[in-house]
């Protein structure tokens, strides 16, 4: 089967992913200049939560895809073009994974345990290991930058394909019976 558009769970998988890492990496940056606080604790948590969600997710979304395939390049594109977005994909999907879960190790590392939602607690990834907590911690945050770097050429090429090229590109990633 040969599709010319994602489908809908696609779309809501990318738009909703998309949502929730921005709120992760907005929520991170404001938190870590808060004083020690029980707020402070209570924001560290729910960054945590959505990240985790975003791994979760992130599987769910690769099986969906598996099964159901995605749409084939547009016509007419340059193969450097057609591949430069294949890599950067891929990319964006092993940094959605290895992110969280490098943070999950982190917490685990540093004796805090993700405790999802409140109510249930997920298992230590490694033992209690501080000098691993903080190597962790700089691997999380270089990881971070590294995804944003990535988004941000990839909706730099998704609006040049829709401002300059003007193609379907971006139309059969937005919701709608194109
Ligand atoms: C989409 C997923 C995620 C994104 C985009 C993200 C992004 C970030 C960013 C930008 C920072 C601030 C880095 C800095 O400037 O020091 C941070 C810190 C942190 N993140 Fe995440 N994160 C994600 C997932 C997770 C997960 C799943 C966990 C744990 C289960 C986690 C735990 C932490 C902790 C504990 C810190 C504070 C580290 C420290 O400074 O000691 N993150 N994250
Ligand atoms: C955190 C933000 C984002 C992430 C992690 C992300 C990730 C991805 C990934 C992994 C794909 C490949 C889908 C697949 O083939 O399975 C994709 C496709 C796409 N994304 Fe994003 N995206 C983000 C934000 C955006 C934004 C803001 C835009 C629009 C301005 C956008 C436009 C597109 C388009 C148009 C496609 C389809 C590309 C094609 O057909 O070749 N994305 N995105």
Redesign the pocket.
Known sequence: MSKT??DGV?IAF??L???L??AA?GLALYVDDLPLSALKFKLYAYHKWIGISVLALVVL??VW?AWRG??S??PGQPAWQVKA??G???L??L??LALPLVGWLMSSAKGFPVVLFGVLQLPDLVSRNEALGHQLAELHEVLAYL?LA??VL??L???K??IIDRDD??????PGRG
Do not use: N, S
Request: charged share 10%; proline share 2%; hydrophobic share 65%.
């Open positions: 558009r994602y696609q990318h738009w992913i998309a949502l890492i921005v990496f979304r690769l895809r995605a749409p390049a547009l977005a294949a950067i994909h891929h964006l999907y940094l959605m995804l990535v988004v990839h909706v090429a998704a609006l394909h829709h590109t971006l139309r059969r990633m937005l």
